[in-house]
């Protein structure tokens, strides 16, 4: 895949509208927002954990971009706030997963960042890294076997997770099958402390792709419209019957790996300092204010409504009730199941 | 037993019932889907879904690749995106790689989602010894699943059972792991009713009726718990043979009726002792009708070691039989 350069006047827009770019650029400020927001109520002792993307922003509000609504599966991981906003989760249901309250998708069970919305074709997920790509690609199999034609699956993990048996497996049995999947990797360099030279002897993850059968590709996760273009490829292929596809993006991660890590006992500032000259955010509004997209007063009136929305969306799921205690009982199985029935 | 719409029946074997009530659910529901490891052209290594691949199609039942957690995990894909996939793990002893997926996610989809997603699913695996299988073709697994909210255990003994409940499991809306002694496979024949019935799960059923000891068992174990029970008649005393036919849930009345009339409570089964399912049958009657007691509850079961070993000493020692089992069941009665 070439690389479309953003700076030089290269900008090949892969038929997305200016509309479409502000969007993309609108979920970016939006997905940092709401990240910094879930570190700072568990700063303010709000929340007792939170989970943050930054550094993810392109790569996810790009790949949100070639996802069908309505139509397509997302079976995403805990890092895939942007993914998960713009497939159409809105900033207060993120809140009420970051708040644990009644009225979240999962009913306050989950850790925060495990979203799930039949409506939005979201699946559910666990925390067991690589549990959810068989679960894709079980999805993913339903739809070739009903002749959904024009609909795939979306399945993303870290670098980290393509070490996991279930990951193989995965691939394998989507290959096999020739299913409408797509195995997006983000690639930000680090598993909590394990750095890519750890995890794997060779680091280029989409050339594995070869080795089951299907095609692959490495794009640049800082441009929005490289990864868009990337999935969009993919998923289109998947959609039309052209089978599975693994794509990596390249990103990183800047942040800690959650609220209760501190990235400094395992790289240095500066390594992170260094990355952040690539902030795929600032990077981004340059570009739409180098092309006339945006100007700087459309900026700043976006940011001020992130912020407003962000603030709103706190504030309405702060206020909202945790589940009751009784709750705890639930959809353990279907009706009123005791483990001992008389 | 629930909804019997025929009066006629057949003499099938357990194996036989499984196939026929595999066969008869793809016939009626083309979102059933089976897949395994060699489920296809060969129709499973006993031959149970022979000749299915020609007339449902290889999308339907599916050759998998050697992989036990994503033939799992693959299946709780589809049972959430609206397929009632049926997952078979060769032998149960292959069922650890498939762990987490059934422990971990299956089990808990319908909770973690705030039943916004459910997972219904069945896991068909043939365990238990008593056939040479040595250590790698012999475990009992109920165990390591039975402490699993979200997730149910069946074992049945019988044919009629072994229809009735299955064709539960592939209706039910919550996943099922579905034991099928392989012991029993060949050797247990009974009549099976005609036309599609099931058998609610939960329920246990008096296989024998008695008055001087209960003895609870599943499995393989019902059947000489039957045999043990028929040569103390001989002798005079009267034991009371109750086949769980479901361990998760399991019916705590029938346990709990018995237990009240004989007074004395033995439970069998091939899994280890330890923290195994007499474990806690044992605990409940002791929690819940201790002075209806006149003997000490015991428990027969597989020593403390990994395995059953190839070598027919070493498997006969860790197996119960009908004569080990009379002989505790006469010290029980005499107590
Ligand atoms: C099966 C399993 N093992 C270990 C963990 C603990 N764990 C949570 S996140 C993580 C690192 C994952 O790294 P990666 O896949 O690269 O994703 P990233 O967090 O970097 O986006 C680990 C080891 C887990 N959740 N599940």
Redesign the interface.
């Known amino acids: 895949m070439a690389t479309t350069d953003l700076r030089t006047g290269g900008l090949e827009r892969h038929g997305l509208s200016d509309q479409q770019l502000r969007d993309i650029f609108r979920n970016m400020l939006l997905q940092r927002q709401l990240d910094n927001r879930g570190f700072q109520l568990n700063r303010q002792g709000k929340v007792p954990f939170a989970l943050g993307s930054e550094g993810h922003e392109a790569l996810q509000a790009g790949a949100a971009m070639a996802f069908n609504r309505g139509s397509d599966i997302l079976a995403p991981y805990y890092r895939d706030l942007g993914l998960c906003l713009g497939i159409g989760l809105s900033p207060y249901e993120i809140m009420l997963s970051i708040f644990a309250r009644a009225e979240d998708h999962n009913g306050g069970r989950q850790f925060p960042n495990h979203y799930s919305s039949k409506q939005a074709g979201l699946m559910s997920f666990s925390s067991i890294l690589a549990a959810h790509l068989p679960h894709a690609v079980g999805a993913a199999y339903a739809l070739k076997y009903r002749g959904d034609d024009g609909r795939a699956v979306l399945a993303t993990c870290g670098d980290g997770t393509t070490s996991e048996g279930e990951w193989h497996e995965s691939m394998n049995f989507a290959a096999v099958h020739k299913l409408p999947f797509v195995m997006l990797v983000e690639n930000n360099e680090w598993a909590i402390s394990t750095p890519l030279e750890k995890q794997m002897a060779q680091p280029e993850i989409w050339k594995r792709a070869e080795g089951y059968g299907m095609p692959g590709c490495r794009f640049n996760g800082f441009d929005p419209i490289e990864t868009y273009a990337a999935v969009k490829n993919a998923m289109d292929r998947a959609r039309s019957g052209g089978g599975p596809s693994l794509i990596e993006g390249t990103c990183y991660r800047y942040l800690a790996h959650s609220t209760d890590d501190n990235d400094m006992t395992y790289r240095t500032r500066e390594e992170v300092s260094e990355r952040r000259k690539h902030d795929p955010v600032p990077a981004f509004e340059a570009v739409l204010l180098e092309r006339g997209i945006v100007t700087p007063q459309d900026v700043a009136a976006m940011r001020k409504d992130v912020l407003r929305e962000t603030n709103e969306a706190t504030d309405a799921a702060e206020a909202l009730p945790y589940p009751k205690a009784e709750d705890l009982y639930t959809h353990v199985y279907e009706g009123a199941w005791q483990p001992w029935q008389s | 037993m629930a909804v019997v719409s025929s009066t006629s029946s057949t003499v099938m074997n357990n194996v036989e019932a499984v196939r026929a009530t595999l066969y008869e659910a793809m016939r009626n529901d083309d979102r059933t889907?089976i897949l395994g490891e060699d489920v296809g052209a060969r129709g499973n290594v006993f031959l149970i879904t022979k000749d299915f691949i020609g007339e449902f199609g290889e999308?339907?039942v599916i050759d998998?690749?050697i992989?036990e957690?994503?033939i799992?995990?693959?299946?709780?894909?589809?049972?959430?995106?609206?397929?009632r996939?049926i997952a078979e793990i060769q032998f149960a002893d292959f069922i650890y790689?498939s762990f987490?997926?059934i422990v971990?996610?299956a089990a808990?989809?319908?909770?973690?989602?705030?039943?916004?997603?459910?997972c219904p699913l069945v896991i068909r695996t043939p365990y238990g010894g008593g056939v040479r299988g040595a250590l790698s073709h012999s475990v009992s697994i109920e165990a390591l699943f039975y402490h699993v909210?979200?997730l149910?255990i069946v074992a049945p003994s019988f044919p009629d059972d072994v229809k009735g409940l299955l064709n539960s499991a592939i209706d039910d809306?919550?996943p099922v792991l579905f034991l099928e002694h392989k012991k029993t496979y060949r050797l247990i024949k009974g009549e099976v009713p005609d036309g599609h019935y099931t058998i609610p799960?939960?329920?246990a059923r008096v296989r024998k009726a008695g008055a001087q000891l209960t003895v609870v068992s599943y499995g393989l174990y019902v059947h000489w718990a039957i045999e043990a029970a028929e040569r103390l008649e001989k002798e005079g005393l009267s034991v009371e043979v109750i086949d769980l036919r479901?361990i998760?849930?399991?019916?705590?009345?029938a346990i709990l009726d018995s237990v009240r009339k004989t007074r004395k409570l033995l439970i069998v089964h091939e899994d280890n002792k330890f923290g195994g399912v007499g474990a806690e049958i044992g605990a409940?009657v002791a929690e819940e009708a201790l002075f209806d007691l006149d003997a000490p509850i015991r428990r027969l079961a597989a020593p403390d070691v990994p395995a059953m070993g190839y070598a027919l000493p070493l498997e006969e020692e860790y197996m119960s039989s009908p004569a080990k089992m009379a002989e505790t069941m006469r010290e029980m009665v005499k107590f």
């Open positions: 889907i999308a339907r998998t690749p992989a957690a994503s799992v995990g693959i299946a709780v894909g589809m049972a959430m995106e609206g397929l996939p790689p987490n997926q971990g996610e808990k989809i319908r909770y973690r989602s705030n039943g916004e997603y459910t909210p979200g149910k809306p919550d799960l939960g329920k479901s998760r849930p399991m019916d705590k009345t409940m």
